[in-house]
């Protein structure tokens, strides 16, 4: 009886990890079933304006960002990436962007980390 107890247990415990790892596969991250480091190289425009407050915003930055902007958590978490992280943005810059690309829609007060969309 203990045996069959144990089975079960074991049984009921895959069961739950083949569930859990099914819905990460699907996709169900802050970019659906994009990866945030790889959507960060759609932003590859704004490389300077995201290390540089006073640096110009070129019009292909401000239409990837108004893009990604249509869903502000894949936008927070591209920003805060490790790609961008590595490419040297700043967190605190690059979250300006959409404000100085004058981006109508843009999710203004959004909090993004320890940061809020302005």
Same mark, same amino acid.
């Given at each position: 009886?203990?045996?069959?107890?144990?089975?079960?247990?074991?049984?009921?415990?895959?069961?739950?990890?083949?569930?859990?790892?099914?819905?990460?596969?699907?996709?169900? !991250?802050?970019?659906?079933? &994009?990866?945030?480091?790889?959507?960060?190289?759609? @932003? $590859? /425009?704004? &490389?300077?304006?995201?290390?540089?407050?006073?640096?110009? +915003?070129? !019009? #292909?930055?401000?239409? $990837? +960002?108004?893009? =990604?902007?249509?869903?502000?958590?894949? @936008?927070?978490? +591209?920003? =805060?990436?490790?790609?961008?992280?590595? #490419?040297?943005?700043? /967190?605190?810059? &690059?979250?300006?962007? /959409?404000?100085?690309?004058?981006?109508?829609?843009?999710? +203004?007060?959004?909090?993004?980390? &320890?940061?809020?969309?302005?």
């Amino acid at each position: 009886m203990e045996g069959a107890m144990k089975n079960i247990c074991m049984f009921g415990f895959v069961v739950v990890l083949v569930i859990v790892g099914l819905g990460e596969v699907n996709g169900a !991250g802050e970019c659906g079933r &994009a990866n945030p480091d790889m959507e960060a190289f759609k @932003l $590859a /425009p704004c &490389a300077s304006a995201a290390q540089d407050e006073n640096a110009s +915003v070129s !019009g #292909s930055c401000c239409a $990837a +960002v108004k893009k =990604l902007g249509q869903n502000p958590k894949c @936008l927070c978490a +591209v920003m =805060l990436s490790n790609t961008a992280k590595s #490419s040297g943005v700043k /967190p605190e810059i &690059a979250m300006t962007i /959409p404000k100085r690309c004058n981006i109508a829609d843009r999710p +203004v007060g959004y909090q993004c980390g &320890a940061y809020t969309l302005p």
